[in-house]
């Protein structure tokens, strides 16, 4: 596993809760009196953000042995910070298989390489257990992608923007939610890096380790700041049935 690692150069201070002042009014939205968080951030007052990336240890995992010594020390975590990240596609119709999983806690990120090594049953395991939450932006669409590779039911799984939503955010993504949070921006230069290549250099495997921490660090904040809901679970939404199908069961009685 030593092989595959790397210590990050990028430092940062202790992440904080962002303040905001009256300054900017026209570039940071509240949409109502007295809402704690921003409605939404222009992208001219985002873009003018210090960056901020992953200060802990990262760990590329394309072995097999590797992965089972990853699996158990992460299964000894309470959360995780969760990603994905798939080769772009440059061809209409064109789909490809999530390449990458990334999990990662406050001082270790682990990039796991599923274009090499598929998706083994304690990788499988990890993600439908209950007991350890696996936070996130945007994760249906890895969940889905994920299922392509193996049939499961996810378990623990923790939505950011649902949380956002609910203390009265619009834009939700993970960039907006970082700046809405922290003050702080997160690049996505190496965002349609090719993630089925042999190699990957320091600021793609940066890049992908740091959507994950962040994630998690959301999580640990708005846990201490006591702004989570009650019900933080996500689940996956039940497929809606389609005309055609209403109509021929309606029929069929």
């Not at 790397?6 to 009256?22: I, M």
């Not at 960056?51 to 097999?64: D, M």
């Not at 599923?114 to 249906?140: C, H, R, T, W, Y």
């Not at 923790?158 to 993504?173: P, R, Y």
Request: charged share 30%; net charge positive.
């Amino acid at each position: 596993m030593h092989k595959g690692d790397f210590q990050t150069n990028s430092r940062s201070d202790d992440l904080e809760l962002f303040k905001y002042s009256s300054e900017n009014s026209e570039e940071v939205v509240f949409s109502q009196k007295g809402q704690f968080f921003p409605e939404r951030l222009s992208k001219e007052y985002v873009q003018r953000l210090p960056v901020i990336s992953f200060k802990g240890r990262i760990h590329l995992i394309e072995k097999r042995k590797d992965l089972e010594k990853v699996t158990k020390i992460l299964s000894q975590e309470k959360v995780l910070g969760f990603d994905t990240e798939t080769r772009p596609n440059f061809k209409k119709g064109q789909k490809n298989s999530v390449s990458l999983l990334q999990l990662s806690t406050t001082k270790d990120a682990y990039l796991i390489r599923l274009n090499i090594l598929g998706f083994p049953s304690e990788l499988v395991s990890l993600l439908k257990d209950k007991n350890i939450l696996k936070v996130g932006v945007a994760i249906l669409d890895d969940i889905r992608a994920l299922q392509k590779l193996c049939k499961f039911d996810p378990g623990g799984f923790v939505e950011l923007s649902d949380i956002g939503n609910q203390l009265g955010i619009v834009t939700c993504g993970l960039q907006n939610l970082a700046a809405i949070f922290f003050g702080v921006r997160i690049t996505k230069k190496e965002r349609l890096t090719n993630w089925e290549k042999n190699e990957f250099n320091n600021s793609q495997c940066l890049y992908a380790a740091t959507d994950a921490w962040i994630c998690l660090e959301m999580f640990i904040l708005l846990k201490k700041e006591k702004f989570l809901p009650k019900k933080i679970i996500w689940s996956m939404p039940t497929p809606k049935k389609s005309r055609f199908k209403k109509f021929f069961n309606k029929n069929k009685k």
